[in-house]
């Protein structure tokens, strides 16, 4: 059983950055994809920015460009930085690794982007 710890939400004004980390338990390296999800107020829980294991990147259309998905093996965490943040990126953003057979959810952390 993995566990995976969100980190780094705050309240930041339109325009600011904020960087989120996941931390896993185990080893990252043994998953396919690493994912930030969010879920905006009253909303559903979209994908936001993807990582595979051949370090490929995929992007949600309203954060590309703005946000920067990232890993680091050796401290088993990958992170999303988050720039132009706009009051619409405002949500819970979970982390997800998935594998072939299982795939592993955060307690997500709260983003909220207002002045």
């Known amino acids: 059983q993995v566990q995976l710890m969100e980190s780094g939400g705050d309240l930041v004004q339109p325009g600011g950055s904020l960087r989120l980390s996941c931390a896993a338990s185990g080893n990252i390296f043994s998953f396919n994809a690493m994912n930030w999800y969010r879920q905006p107020p009253g909303k559903q829980r979209e994908l936001v920015a993807t990582i595979i294991s051949d370090g490929s990147t995929n992007y949600a259309d309203s954060v590309k460009g703005r946000f920067t998905i990232s890993r680091d093996y050796a401290k088993n965490t990958v992170y999303l930085q988050m720039n132009s943040l706009k009051p619409e990126d405002t949500a819970v953003y979970y982390c997800?690794?998935?594998?072939?057979?299982?795939?592993?959810w955060g307690q997500g952390t709260q983003v909220t982007v207002s002045s």
């Open positions: 997800n690794a998935m594998s072939k057979a299982s795939s592993y």
